[in-house]
């Protein structure tokens, strides 16, 4: 029982810490570099197992 507890904090603490990276990551994030990212993937449909 112990080790479940353990367990279940560490993965919860992973979790907030992996939150937290992705907010401080996405604080430095701007329009311009988003779009640079953009225009460089190509426009071409997606593979059929790939559509929505």
Same mark, same amino acid.
């Given at each position: 029982?112990? $080790?479940?507890?353990?367990s /279940?904090i %560490? +993965?919860?603490? *992973? %979790? #907030? $810490?992996?939150? =937290?990276y $992705?907010? +401080? +990551? *996405?604080?430095? /994030?701007?329009r311009e570099?988003?779009?640079? !990212?953009m225009r460089a993937?190509? =426009?071409?449909k997606p !593979? +059929?197992? =790939?559509? #929505?």
């Amino acid at each position: 029982m112990n $080790q479940f507890f353990t367990s /279940a904090i %560490a +993965e919860k603490m *992973a %979790a #907030l $810490q992996t939150k =937290d990276y $992705q907010y +401080e +990551e *996405a604080k430095k /994030a701007t329009r311009e570099g988003f779009d640079k !990212v953009m225009r460089a993937v190509p =426009d071409i449909k997606p !593979v +059929e197992y =790939d559509k #929505l």
